[in-house]
Structure formats: structure tokens, C-alpha cells
């Protein structure tokens, strides 16, 4: 699978952005898909993942009720909706993918992710 993510950009606080991330491969429903993000310094952290069918999603603490992932399994995206972004949420945001596994929790660490995207800057003025 191969990952393209696209749609950051500069955006003021309180504002709102939508990633995408476009996947290629035939069995791309057949993976879950997450969103990371890494700021200066910082180690990668998840922000948002989805299983294949949609049916499930999990949210880090500090992006609940104001992020929501989506997936379009017809057109091999997944998206990122961000609203009432704040500063502490610019960083670089990065899709991944892991082949699903039915009955096991969604992955939330790096290393359970096998494929990557090459990341999409988001800067947020206060």
C-alpha cells in the first residue's frame, strides 16, 4: 500500500482543516487506517485511527470532539477532519495503514503501522 497525504496548510486558531490521504492497492479495504502527527522535537504521536469498514474508530484524548477520521473504501482515502484547531496541533500529519486483523483493538503506536505516508505540514497561528 502506498500512502499520499495532502490538505495541510496555514490555518488561524479556532479554524478548521481537512486532510486526505489517497491510498493505492486493490485491498485497501482490508486495512486500518490511522493518522499521526509529529511536531519539532517531539516524537510521532496518533491522533485518529478507523477500521476497514468504518464501523470503528479511536481518538486520542487531545483531538476527541474535535477531530473526526473518515474513509472512502470506493475511492482508497481516508480523511481527517480538524476543527477548532489549536496552536498545540500544528505539526507534520502523517496516514498510515496496517493490515487488519478482526477482533484485535485499533493500533494506536508507530510500530504497529507497516506503511506510511510522506506527511502533510499543519500550522496553526494563535
Known amino acids: 500500500v502506498q500512502l499520499q497525504a495532502s490538505g495541510g496548510g496555514l490555518v488561524q486558531a479556532g479554524g478548521s482543516l481537512r486532510l486526505s490521504c489517497a491510498a493505492s492497492g486493490r485491498t485497501f479495504s482490508s486495512y486500518a487506517l490511522g493518522w499521526f502527527r509529529q511536531a519539532p522535537g517531539k516524537e510521532r504521536e496518533f491522533v485518529a485511527a478507523?477500521?476497514?469498514?468504518?464501523?470503528?474508530?479511536y481518538y486520542a484524548d487531545s483531538v476527541k470532539g474535535r477531530f473526526t477520521i473518515s474513509r472512502n473504501n470506493a475511492k482508497s482515502t481516508v480523511d481527517l477532519q480538524m476543527n477548532n484547531l489549536k496552536p498545540e496541533d500544528a505539526a507534520v500529519y502523517y496516514c498510515a495503514a496496517y493490515r487488519w486483523r478482526v477482533g484485535v483493538p485499533l493500533a494506536t503506536k508507530v510500530g504497529e503501522y507497516d506503511y506510511w505516508g510522506q506527511g502533510t505540514q499543519v500550522t496553526v497561528s494563535s
Open positions: 478507523i477500521s476497514p469498514s468504518g464501523g470503528n474508530t
